[in-house]
């Protein structure tokens, strides 16, 4: 009869380090020679678990069989488990084959066609399926020890680290490894999240321009172009700051465990946890629904900060003339014709002139400034002054959470109350509401500090100068970015626009060590994360209303 050959080995280690799928092949082919059959093909597996049938040469295997007519008439293999370690699995398998008359043949664990047989062969899955899971377990068992131990259970490391032997002895006699860093990716990396931050020369960069910067610059990631996608998993990745987890995710499941069974490994940190908290921030303020797209990739100055202030709807570019002129136009006109909105279209060229001009001289201007900075002052002492307030009051709930857990633990160890249902309920009610205390007052405490201090005449004589450069300078990508960092939005009603803006970026701005030494050479990285919206300090922070006509 024709037969065809199925040998498999579970790992790709085992494939390339291990004898076994050249001993099946022998014993296969022998018993083939024995019984008379011939062997018209061999289907090796090298690295494939049999728990499952996501198996590309297995599938091949069984679509040929399932071909009219087929092209062998048997699978031979070595033992039941090499076809399957799951017993329905290997069932409907079997069944499958058998109706185009493909039977599955194993030469160590011969049984016969009868019911008989199929119970054994049954019970051979059964136990082999149990074996499996036995094996699973003990292996997942070692490998979360293993990270425990600060030792890296992948066979490639993580981009920027380099898996190193160590001296210590491993299962099969291998060496355990350590995640150290990779000097020359660890530097990329960096370069990545220093492009993020501040840009290149003077102009925001998203994760496709930083992509398309380190690949042009030769920095590829290991042979392979960087595209977007890989540049923002690697600025998302807290491993990078030190934070490496292992069993965070279930393979077979596909789905994420609980953190309590997360294994941290500690490795070294390429990027510090501030600048990763900075890049981490910056990341949410540009999502989408926190920043429309428009307002950081068009190229027009406006764009995504102008508002109409008839219908409270955004401006959008608009032409005339085939392309000649171009104008800030509502985008109620533009979607539903010009009545429905009475507002004027305002041209682009002038208005940016006039905006700019407007936010170097006046709203920037030293006397303006000092007004701003006095008043962030009250704003963050008034705030300080209500955290504070909060953490006392949570500091006495916790404190009388926790004189009730002692009373409660006192009468039960006085025997004037049993360890009873109700008694054990209360004790995890008391648990749960010190646990929510101690999260409240973590988040409380975690809140950022700014900067209170008053700033010298001199610091806000420069960074008015230094503003006013940056805005009134013919880099229109340079003042876009000035713009999005210290506006929020600028609200136009005929001549008159309304700007809107941070008390905090403008603080943060003023307080860097460039504005101090009177040298700005690129955008800061600012990111709005001081109770924004919240509380006692909602945004808009500051406005300014200025006549957009001369």
Same mark, same amino acid.
């Given at each position: 009869?024709?037969?065809?050959?199925?040998?498999?080995?579970?790992?790709?280690?085992?494939?390339?380090? #291990?004898?076994?799928?050249?001993?099946?092949?022998?014993?296969?082919?022998?018993?083939?020679?024995?019984?008379?059959?011939?062997?018209?093909?061999?289907?090796?597996?090298?690295?494939?678990?049999?728990?499952?049938?996501?198996?590309?040469?297995?599938?091949?295997?069984?679509?040929?069989?399932?071909?009219?007519?087929?092209?062998?008439?048997?699978?031979? %293999?070595?033992?039941?488990?090499?076809?399957? +370690?799951?017993?329905?699995?290997?069932?409907?398998?079997?069944?499958?084959?058998? !109706?185009?008359?493909?039977?599955?043949?194993?030469?160590?664990?011969?049984?016969?066609?009868?019911?008989?047989?199929?119970?054994?062969?049954?019970?051979?899955?059964?136990?082999?399926?149990?074996?499996?899971?036995?094996?699973?377990?003990?292996?997942?068992?070692?490998?979360?020890?293993?990270?425990?131990?600060?030792?890296?259970?992948?066979?490639?490391?993580?981009?920027?680290?380099?898996?190193?032997?160590?001296?210590?002895? @491993?299962?099969?006699?291998?060496?355990?490894?350590?995640?150290?860093?990779?000097?020359?990716? &660890?530097?990329?990396?960096?370069?990545?999240?220093?492009?993020?931050?501040?840009?290149?020369?003077?102009?925001?960069?998203?994760?496709?321009?930083?992509?398309?910067?380190?690949?042009?610059?030769?920095?590829?990631?290991?042979?392979? $172009?960087?595209?977007?996608?890989?540049?923002?998993?690697?600025?998302?990745?807290?491993?990078?700051? @030190?934070?490496?987890?292992?069993?965070?995710?279930?393979? =077979?499941?596909?789905?994420?465990?609980?953190?309590?069974?997360?294994?941290?490994? $500690?490795?070294? &940190?390429?990027?510090?946890? &501030?600048?990763?908290?900075?890049?981490?921030?910056?990341?949410?303020?540009?999502?989408? #629904?926190?920043?429309?797209?428009?307002?950081?990739?068009?190229?027009?100055?406006?764009?995504?900060?102008?508002?109409?202030?008839?219908?409270? @709807?955004?401006?959008? %570019?608009?032409?005339?003339?085939?392309?000649?002129?171009?104008?800030? =136009?509502?985008?109620? +006109?533009?979607?539903?014709?010009?009545?429905?909105?009475?507002?004027?279209?305002? $041209?682009?060229? =002038?208005?940016?002139?006039?905006?700019?001009?407007?936010?170097?001289?006046?709203?920037?201007?030293?006397?303006?400034?000092?007004?701003?900075?006095?008043?962030? +002052?009250?704003?963050?002492?008034?705030?300080?002054?209500?955290?504070?307030?909060?953490?006392?009051?949570?500091?006495?709930?916790?404190?009388?959470?926790?004189?009730?857990?002692?009373?409660?633990?006192?009468?039960?160890?006085?025997?004037?109350?049993?360890?009873?249902?109700?008694?054990?309920?209360?004790?995890?009610?008391?648990?749960?509401?010190?646990?929510?205390?101690?999260?409240?007052?973590?988040?409380?405490?975690?809140?950022?500090?700014?900067?209170?201090?008053?700033?010298?005449?001199?610091?806000? #004589? =420069?960074?008015? !100068?230094?503003?006013? #450069?940056?805005?009134?300078?013919?880099?229109?990508?340079? &003042?876009?970015?000035?713009?999005?960092?210290?506006?929020?939005? %600028?609200?136009?009603?005929?001549?008159?626009?309304?700007?809107?803006?941070?008390?905090?970026?403008?603080?943060?701005?003023?307080?860097?060590?460039?504005?101090?030494?009177?040298?700005?050479?690129?955008?800061?990285?600012?990111?709005?994360?001081?109770?924004?919206?919240?509380?006692?300090?909602?945004?808009?922070?500051?406005?300014?209303?200025?006549?957009?006509?001369?």
């Amino acid at each position: 009869m024709h037969v065809a050959l199925y040998a498999r080995v579970s790992t790709s280690r085992q494939a390339d380090n #291990d004898l076994s799928i050249p001993d099946q092949l022998r014993q296969l082919n022998d018993w083939c020679k024995v019984n008379g059959h011939i062997v018209v093909h061999e289907y090796i597996e090298p690295g494939a678990s049999a728990t499952d049938d996501k198996r590309p040469v297995f599938q091949r295997m069984i679509a040929e069989a399932m071909m009219k007519p087929a092209g062998f008439e048997i699978i031979v %293999i070595h033992s039941l488990s090499r076809f399957f +370690r799951d017993g329905i699995e290997f069932g409907l398998y079997e069944r499958k084959l058998a !109706k185009n008359k493909v039977k599955v043949i194993s030469i160590t664990q011969q049984t016969s066609d009868d019911s008989m047989g199929e119970m054994m062969r049954r019970m051979i899955n059964m136990f082999d399926e149990h074996q499996s899971k036995e094996n699973a377990k003990h292996t997942s068992r070692a490998m979360r020890e293993n990270a425990r131990q600060g030792y890296f259970n992948g066979s490639r490391a993580p981009f920027g680290y380099a898996a190193v032997s160590t001296n210590v002895a @491993g299962s099969h006699g291998r060496q355990k490894k350590r995640l150290e860093i990779n000097a020359a990716e &660890a530097d990329v990396v960096r370069m990545a999240y220093d492009l993020y931050l501040n840009g290149d020369q003077g102009k925001t960069l998203g994760c496709k321009e930083i992509a398309m910067t380190l690949n042009h610059k030769g920095f590829i990631m290991r042979g392979k $172009p960087w595209a977007m996608q890989k540049l923002h998993t690697l600025l998302s990745d807290p491993l990078y700051m @030190g934070d490496y987890y292992f069993n965070v995710r279930d393979s =077979k499941a596909r789905v994420v465990r609980p953190p309590e069974e997360w294994i941290k490994t $500690p490795i070294p &940190a390429i990027i510090d946890v &501030a600048m990763f908290e900075r890049v981490r921030l910056k990341r949410e303020s540009r999502a989408p #629904d926190q920043t429309p797209p428009r307002r950081l990739t068009s190229p027009t100055l406006l764009t995504g900060l102008l508002k109409c202030g008839v219908c409270g @709807g955004h401006m959008t %570019i608009a032409t005339g003339k085939g392309g000649r002129y171009r104008y800030y =136009k509502c985008t109620s +006109r533009c979607n539903k014709g010009n009545t429905a909105c009475t507002s004027a279209n305002l $041209p682009m060229e =002038k208005t940016d002139d006039k905006i700019l001009q407007q936010l170097a001289e006046k709203v920037f201007a030293p006397e303006r400034l000092q007004m701003l900075m006095s008043e962030f +002052r009250k704003r963050v002492n008034h705030t300080q002054d209500t955290q504070q307030e909060n953490i006392n009051q949570l500091n006495r709930q916790l404190k009388q959470i926790e004189e009730r857990q002692q009373r409660l633990t006192d009468a039960i160890e006085t025997g004037v109350l049993d360890l009873g249902e109700t008694t054990r309920n209360r004790a995890q009610q008391l648990k749960v509401s010190k646990e929510a205390i101690i999260i409240d007052l973590a988040t409380t405490r975690r809140a950022p500090a700014m900067p209170t201090e008053p700033l010298r005449a001199s610091q806000i #004589d =420069k960074l008015s !100068k230094l503003l006013k #450069d940056k805005l009134l300078a013919k880099d229109t990508g340079i &003042a876009k970015s000035y713009l999005n960092l210290l506006i929020d939005e %600028i609200v136009v009603t005929e001549n008159t626009a309304q700007v809107k803006g941070s008390y905090a970026a403008l603080v943060a701005t003023a307080s860097t060590k460039e504005i101090k030494k009177g040298d700005l050479k690129q955008v800061p990285s600012f990111i709005h994360d001081w109770c924004a919206r919240r509380e006692s300090n909602p945004r808009p922070l500051a406005s300014e209303t200025n006549t957009l006509s001369s």
